[in-house]
């Protein structure tokens, strides 16, 4: 009999995380053709698919900035299709820290297969904030995996200190005795030559039973204790073989799991920064202005508040296209359906306090993954470019493109550039030799 099996998936939520399997199975033989269509079930889905070893595409985040909604990403989601996609929402958030919990979740959600990231503005800063989390993290687990070990190494060589101590200390108690005896013998010495045999015979018999005695004893006593220590060195050899057999689960085990990462081949920044508040507002905004803005929120309707700052996000240039204007201004977070006023209020609080720039140094002076690319337009003014230019010049291992004339939504302005940047990049970081890749595709420079 022949049997065929047609599976396909479809995401009908937008929050990612409910599936629907769709599979159509033929089956032929003597009796014919039958078809079974259209079986479904949600979530069990990923699991068949991971038991048949189809292939899973890679899973794209977007992370929205402040004071806007996921729905900015929909269109460009569309034209990726070689992602499955997944969106982030500060709608539960109040606090800085739930805020970057929401960042967090997806990947918590879906630990398993091949991520990228796309942080725009305020979700580029907690995607970073994200990153660092996690590499310190795992610092962690391997400093107290190598702590331990260094730990169990150490006992190991106090028990031979202490076991050479205890035979040091026989070897002079038996030093002793023999000195004690040949003081004895020596008194014997001046007596007649006949009792002081006799003395002497007797003392030797004495002393030769004791010593006889002793040794004997001390024979049984350390082929005993010899006995107990390796009986005691098995059990433990074979507790720690026991532990080195389950994958290593004791020691790195133990600490390396805890700090079980998320597979992220990349992560693209847009528009963001690395310290928003900048008094000479030459690479960000005066704390002033972040100030009236929280008073604003507090005093006034949100709305107004967001609506001030959905103007600033296109540059000179682009304000002349009242469609780009419209597109902003329609994407403005719809209160109470992606964040609410303490989630908005929370994040204006982040963008006072944050500095990302020792975070910035760590992450971009280690090779691995994840890659980082960072798209920015010229003429931002959220975001200056002198933000970029200074995560620039403390960057090691970091791509950076300027877009020129675009403001601080160049995705929605300069949409088909910044998707070809965004396609050779993805690419290119699943390959793994991904400078050599990047460049050629990019004919020789980024």
Known sequence: MKIEVDIWMKKEESDGMKYVCYHTVHAEGDMGRMEIQSTRFEKGCMQVAASLKLPFKPKLLWVHGWGMSSSVWRHLAAMLPEFEHRYVSYADASTVAELLAAVRRPFEDEPEGEWHAI??????????????????????????????????????????????????????????????????????????????????????????NQVQNQVQNQVQNQVHEQERKQEQEQ???????????????????????????????????????????????????????????????????PADTLRAFAECIPAAAERASAESCRWLLEHTAA??????????????????????????????????????????????????????????????????????????????????QWLHHIRMWCSASSKGSLFDDFQMEQGGGA
């Open 119 to 208: 942080g725009w503005s305020m979700g580029g800063m907690l995607l970073l904030e994200l990153l660092t989390e996690w590499r310190e993290a795992s610092d962690i687990g391997l400093n107290k995996a190598w702590e331990q070990d260094q730990g169990q190494e150490q006992e190991r060589k106090q028990r031979q200190e202490q076991e050479q101590e205890q035979v040091q200390v026989h070897e002079q108690k038996q030093e002793k005795e023999l000195e004690s005896h040949r003081e004895q013998e020596q008194m014997l010495e001046p007596m007649e030559e006949q009792v002081q045999n006799q003395v002497q015979n007797q003392v030797q018999n004495q002393v030769q």
């Open 335 to 416: 209160l109470g359906q992606d964040i609410t006023p303490a989630g908005l209020d929370a994040g204006l609080a982040y963008l006072q306090q944050a500095d990302l720039e020792r975070a910035w140094a760590r992450l971009t002076d280690a090779p691995d993954d994840p890659r980082l690319y960072w798209l920015h337009g010229a003429n931002d003014s959220v975001c200056p470019l002198a933000a970029q230019q200074r995560a620039q010049a403390t960057c090691g291992h970091a791509r950076f493109v300027v877009l020129p004339h675009a403001g601080h939504a160049p995705f929605a302005t300069q949409t088909a």
């Open 235 to 301: 059990v433990q050899e074979q507790k720690q073989e026991h532990e080195r057999g389950i994958g290593r689960t004791g020691c790195m085990g133990d600490y390396v799991a805890a700090v079980r990462l998320p597979v992220v081949r990349s992560v693209i920044l847009t528009g963001t920064t690395l310290r928003f508040i900048d008094d000479t507002g030459q690479a960000g905004w005066p704390d002033r202005v972040v100030r009236r803005m929280r008073r604003r929120l507090a005093q006034a309707a």
